[in-house]
């Protein structure tokens, strides 16, 4: 059992991550906790200079509240930050003290040999033990 477990879920897939927080609730151990991690990209500069800065952090705040939501309990922190998805899961992960991630592979087939995804660079490259639900 987990003490500290991180799901980091993708913003596009907030209505597509029941089975993640429930393999995270199947291993927290009962004094444990759950922190889901949402990480918005940072838009380069020569696009997001045609935003106001306010709007950008106004978009992370609804997003956060719409993730808060959905969450299924209580018990499980919802964080929507902003940067690069592999290096802040990992940055958040070893700050933190996370002793498992639980992340999907949404990519499938060939291309996710070739491209890599997040949830390959995250098991490659995590402190921690990482789950990958399919």
């Known amino acids: 059992m987990y003490k500290n477990i991180l799901v980091p879920i993708a913003p596009d897939h907030i209505n597509d991550c029941r089975d993640q927080i429930a393999a995270a609730q199947r291993l927290l151990a009962e004094d444990g906790r759950i922190v889901v991690l949402s990480v918005v990209e940072e838009l380069p500069s020569y696009v997001g200079s045609y935003f106001p800065k306010e709007q950008i952090q106004e978009s992370i705040e609804r997003f956060e509240k719409a993730l808060k939501t959905a969450m299924p309990s209580d018990r499980i922190e919802t ?52 789950v990958v639900l399919r």
């Not at 899961?89 to 070893?94: D, G, M």
């Open 79 to 130: 964080h929507v930050v902003s940067g690069h998805p592999t290096n802040t899961v990992l940055t958040w992960a070893r700050k933190h003290g996370v002793d498992c991630i639980v992340v999907a592979s949404h990519r499938e087939g060939l291309s996710g040999l070739l491209l890599g995804s997040t949830a390959a660079r995250v098991v490659r490259h995590a402190k921690c033990s990482v």
